[in-house]
């Protein structure tokens, strides 16, 4: 059994091998070559099926499961073609190297070996079958003949909510729909759950497993690689979709080509299932001018959940670039979403059409713990403010103070929040950072009595505690905004 670890070592670089369009008869010979072989020593495997069925999937199944932590594998939901299926692989390839197998092909050690070490020495050799890793990789583009939607689902140990995520995707009333699944190797049953909807579903869901956690950017490449859809929703695999989302998102896109995006409102759910209702960001479902809405982006997130937004592709996807480090984990797609408005109009849907779940699991909760969801956004303000500047939208730059001071607004939310809670050591820190923020809070009410809140004996924070909690509009939203100057009502808001 190949038991040698993936390292980075330069002295020992890792090699990709990328198996596609592999013939099934001979699939078996060629794994059990790949992980008996003692020549190289630091391999990864990418695995892809092109929708086979001469059993490879299976036989990639088996060893998958000798070789979890070796094996990276996917399955397409429909033929792409050898071509196609290679620059994909080449995509999750993690190696400075690939050899490349399809149909037939051997897999010869001792060839790569020689290549590699050539590769290596000499930055102009060059060889058919290995290759270095390229910086990028061009995928030819998709043409729709009608719209089709692709609903991407990142998973990492979300096995609980899993089943409930994908039911309601293909519980939808609009049905020409496809759905990217990647699992970050999950440790729980997710892997499992996914392959069940895979079998139900074939010619529907690509599916994919990473060999290893390789963090939620290269997970959702994953999920990116396969979009065929003139739209996309990114879905996170602890949310789940009303049944006539799509339907009423592709409806209202479809009306009018000018926009971006469609936006909806959502209904919290907890980890029992717990419903709770807030109001909508807006009071009606409408089309935003696209300026006008960066312009409340400087004061809101307006959707804070990623899985809200149905992007149209030929727009997003030449934008969008797969974020990297702590605050673009959570803030990545707040980039795409300003730099769209910046440019075109969006609709906002004020129906709650997704069930967004807030629980202790989620990343939101570790967000939360560290400060991140006013730090992130208090860069934000300044870089949408930068990027506002060359595209002459005085009224987003001219927002920046306000949305500073607002900041600070914001820590006395979640302070108020997390002392109704009982987290006073989370609390306490959000009141030190909304003084750091902005000197003016402290002439604030609420600021004044939560500050006399930490003083107070436990009967006095109990009282402080409850009219926290009944303060309008503090602990949570508790109103609706008229939207922009300029919006348009649509039929049914």
């Known amino acids: 059994m190949y038991t040698n670890p993936i390292t980075n070592d330069p ?12 013939d099934g008869r001979y699939l078996s010979q060629c794994l059990e070559s790949v992980f008996t072989q003692t020549i190289l020593e630091n391999i990864e495997v990418v695995f892809i099926d092109d929708a086979s069925v001469d059993g490879s999937w299976e036989i990639a199944l088996e060893y998958a499961q000798r070789y979890p932590s070796i094996i990276t594998m996917t399955r397409n939901k429909r033929s792409l073609g050898p071509e196609r299926t290679k620059k994909i692989s080449m995509h999750m390839a993690n190696g400075r190297y690939y050899a490349f197998l399809s149909s037939d092909q ?30 990028t990789i061009e995928l030819p583009p998709s043409v729709q003949s ?10 990492y ?39 069940e909807f895979a079998l139900k579903y074939p010619e529907r869901m690509y599916i994919t497993r990473n060999r290893k956690n390789f963090g939620p950017n290269k997970n959702f490449l994953n999920c990116r690689l396969n979009v065929r859809g003139k739209y996309f929703l990114i879905l996170c695999s602890d949310d789940s979709l009303a049944p006539e989302c799509v339907e009423r998102c592709v409806a209202a896109m479809e009306a009018y080509p000018e926009s971006a995006f469609a936006m909806v409102h959502r209904a919290i759910i907890d980890e029992y299932d717990h419903r709770s209702e807030e109001p909508p960001f807006y009071n009606q479902t409408c089309l935003i001018p696209g300026p006008e809405q960066a312009a409340v982006y400087m004061m809101s997130s307006v959707n804070p959940s990623i899985s809200q937004i149905m992007y149209r592709s030929n727009v997003a996807l030449e934008l969008f670039e797969v974020p990297y480090g702590v605050a673009c984990n959570w803030y990545g797609n707040r980039y795409l979403d300003f730099d769209l408005c910046c440019k075109y109009p969006i609709v906002y849907i004020k129906d709650p059409l997704l069930l967004h779940r807030v629980h202790s699991r989620s990343d939101t909760s570790w967000v939360v713990e560290n400060l991140i969801d006013v730090l992130g956004p208090y860069v934000l303000n ?10 002459n939208l005085p009224k987003v730059i001219e927002r920046l103070p306000q949305a500073l001071r607002k900041s ?86």
């Open 11 to 22: 002295a020992n670089p890792l090699v990709s091998v990328l198996i596609y369009n592999y």
């Open 106 to 135: 051997a897999f010869l050690p001792e060839y790569v070996k020689q290549c590699v070490n050539a590769l290596q020495a000499d930055s102009y050799a060059r060889f058919d079958l290995v290759k270095r890793k390229l910086k």
């Open 146 to 155: 009608k719209p089709l939607v692709s609903i991407t689902v990142h998973n």
């Open 157 to 195: 140990n979300y096995g609980p909510y899993l089943r409930q995520c994908l039911s309601s995707v293909f519980s939808q009333t609009y049905t020409n729909i496809e759905v990217c699944f990647s699992d970050n190797a999950s440790t729980d049953d997710s892997w499992c759950i996914a392959q």
């Open 382 to 391: 300044h870089e949408f403010a930068l990027m506002a500047s060359p595209l």
């Open 408 to 493: 600070s607004g914001i820590c006395m939310r979640y302070c108020s929040r997390l002392i109704v809670e009982g987290n006073e050591a989370v609390a306490l820190r959000y009141y030190h950072l909304a003084m750091a923020l902005t000197a003016e809070i402290t002439g604030d009410p609420n600021f004044r009595q939560i500050q006399e809140y930490w003083i107070a004996n436990d009967v006095k924070k109990r009282e402080i505690a409850k009219t926290l909690l009944c303060e309008d509009n503090l602990v949570t939203r508790s109103i609706s905004y008229d939207p922009p100057p300029g919006s348009v009502p649509l039929e049914g808001g």
